[in-house]
Every structure is written in structure tokens, then in C-alpha cells.
């Protein structure tokens, strides 16, 4: 188990193993996005925090069912009451979420961008 993976489970007080996987996949998911992004080899120190945060954010996405995610309302009608639910988090979300992730928080990974040639 990652260093990332224990500092989240410490943080939100998990003792069992039963989502360990489904966290090392999110972080494997959201380091490869930020190495992508950045054009580097090996994540640096400070961008750990980031990394923890966005596990912590799949963790409450998917707690209650890694598949199921959060149905959010996404449009509504009256008359003919009609709802439309749009799913956040589960597994078929996990890029989705992570490139989104990185889009909102680019002003911390910008600093570490390097140029390719």
C-alpha cells in the first residue's frame, strides 16, 4: 500500500482493506494524468497532498458501491415529471473525474510542467 493510500485511509479513519484496490487504481489513474499533464517521469513531493485529495474525493464518490457512484439530478421537468439523473463517480468515471480534477486544480500542477520537445 502506498504512502498516499495510508495518509488517506488515516485521514478518513478507515481500518479495513476492502477498498485498498479500487484507491491504488485511483491513484494510479490520477498519477499517470498528472505525469501526462506534466510531461515528467516521477511525481513530485508537494504534488502528494493533491493525489490524497483526489482519493479522498473517489472514496466519498464511492463508498456506498464502487460501481454505483452518486446519482445527481441532472434535468427535471413538471408537468410531464420527468427526472434525469446523471451518475458521478463509479468506476466508469474514474478518468472523467481525474481529468477534471486536474483542470480545477492546474494553478498547483503548472509550476511543475516541463516542455517536450
Not at 488517506?8 to 477498498?19: G, N, P, R, Y
Not at 505525469?35 to 464518490?61: G, H, T, V, W
Not at 486544480?105 to 510542467?113: E, G, K, L
Request: with cysteine; hydrophobic share 35%; proline share 1%.
Amino acid at each position: 500500500m502506498s504512502d498516499n493510500i495510508k495518509k488517506v485511509k488515516e485521514i478518513l479513519d478507515i481500518t479495513d482493506t476492502k477498498l485498498d484496490k479500487y484507491l491504488a487504481f485511483c491513484e494510479q489513474v490520477i498519477t499517470d494524468e498528472i505525469l501526462d499533464r506534466c510531461n515528467i517521469d516521477a511525481i513530485p513531493e508537494r504534488l502528494n497532498s493533491l493525489i490524497q485529495e483526489f482519493l479522498i474525493e473517489q472514496y466519498k464518490l464511492n463508498k456506498d458501491g464502487i460501481l454505483e457512484g452518486i446519482k445527481q439530478v441532472s434535468s427535471a421537468s413538471d408537468n410531464g415529471q420527468t427526472v434525469n439523473f446523471e451518475i458521478i463517480g463509479g468506476t466508469k468515471e474514474i478518468q472523467k473525474n481525474a481529468e477534471k480534477f486536474i483542470d480545477d486544480n492546474m494553478s498547483r500542477i503548472v509550476a511543475y510542467r516541463k516542455l517536450r520537445w
